[in-house]
């Protein structure tokens, strides 16, 4: 009877694994179910006790868990979040600078800004465009009026020259021979 005397290989001894009962179990399974439901249990309590609590929680992967204490996952302010993008891009002055732009008119006032507005702002030069000459000379004579004003509103030393330009005017040079000082169109007529 060699086919009595031989054991499967897969079989597990309870002598062997401490979550197996040691006594026989019954036909359904019920019962060693139970016991290693109960002996995996024991063993993961005994884990969570065994462990300081540090007061923060951590989930079965080690990462952090937010629970009731504000955490950088939450849900975060619109502005708060703005001017960390802001600060962290350096976008500060371009911004306060196009703020400037905007409220042109509030800052040198109705008239001024009718006939002058600014085009561009680079390294501490603000250049300004006005529709005649005349307007080129008065804003040239207000210049530092305006970059006080313009310092007042964005910091000290920001606005350092104003570069008054003229009017965008028609050029008369056309084709390929052109004379240096020649005064256009009116120099044919004597």
């Known amino acids: ?6 054991e499967p290989t897969d079989a597990v001894d309870a002598a062997t694994d401490p979550a197996l009962p040691a006594e026989p179990h019954a036909d359904d ?6 016991a290693l ?3 995996a249990a024991g063993s993961t309590s005994r884990a969570k006790r065994r462990r300081p609590f540090t007061g923060e929680r951590r989930s079965v992967t080690g990462n952090r868990v937010s629970g009731s204490h504000p955490d950088d996952r939450d849900p975060q302010l619109l502005d708060s979040t703005m001017a960390r993008l802001i600060g962290e891009r350096g976008w500060e002055l371009d911004l306060r600078m196009r703020g400037v732009f ?7 006032g109705d008239e001024v800004a009718a006939h002058c507005s600014p085009e561009s702002f680079t390294d501490g030069r603000l250049v300004v465009r006005t529709d005649s000459t005349a307007w080129a000379t008065q804003l040239t004579l207000l210049a530092p009026t305006v970059v006080r004003r313009l310092n007042e509103e964005l910091g000290p030393g920001t606005v350092v020259v104003i570069d008054v330009q003229g009017p965008h005017l028609p050029s008369w040079k056309k084709g390929r021979r052109t004379t240096r000082d020649g005064r256009g169109p009116r120099d044919t007529y004597g």
């Open 1 to 6: 009877m060699p086919d009595e005397e031989a």
């Open 29 to 34: 399974g019920l019962d060693l179910a139970r």
């Open 37 to 39: 439901t109960r002996a």
């Open 102 to 108: 905007a409220r042109w008119a509030e800052l040198v």
